[in-house]
């Protein structure tokens, strides 16, 4: 089955941390570039940063210097690490997977729900 499986969302104040977590199927992994998007309601989903096969980063401005993309290669997942979370990072996470190359993503997670509240 191919499939992108979130995990790691919830509940944290202002300030805060969270690691975000996706597993996904080892044949959208090797050689495809990983993300992490995100949605709020009523806005559109977002690109919040992305790592490809090389470890090369991208990320949003928003959360430049906050966030932190990784990949585990040998166990098929990517990260993401959260720190001085802000009201306005509350949204749905979700992981992708797009082969190098292409524009959009090809595969998405189910979403992981992340809520920055006191």
């Known amino acids: 089955q191919v499939q992108l499986v979130e995990s790691g969302g919830g509940l944290v104040q202002p300030g805060g941390s969270l690691t975000l977590s996706c597993a996904a199927s080892?044949?959208?992994?090797?050689?495809?570039?990983m993300g992490w998007y995100r949605q709020a309601p009523g806005k559109q989903r977002d690109l919040v940063a992305s790592i490809n096969r090389y470890d090369t980063t991208i990320y949003a401005q928003s959360v430049k210097g906050r966030f932190t993309i990784s990949r585990d290669n040998a166990k098929n997942m990517v990260f993401l690490q959260m720190s001085s979370l802000k009201p306005e990072d509350t949204a749905v996470y979700y992981c992708s997977s797009r082969a190098p190359y292409n524009i959009e993503p090809d595969y998405w997670g189910q979403g992981t729900q992340v809520t920055v509240s006191a």
């Open positions: 080892r044949s959208i992994f090797s050689d495809y570039t």
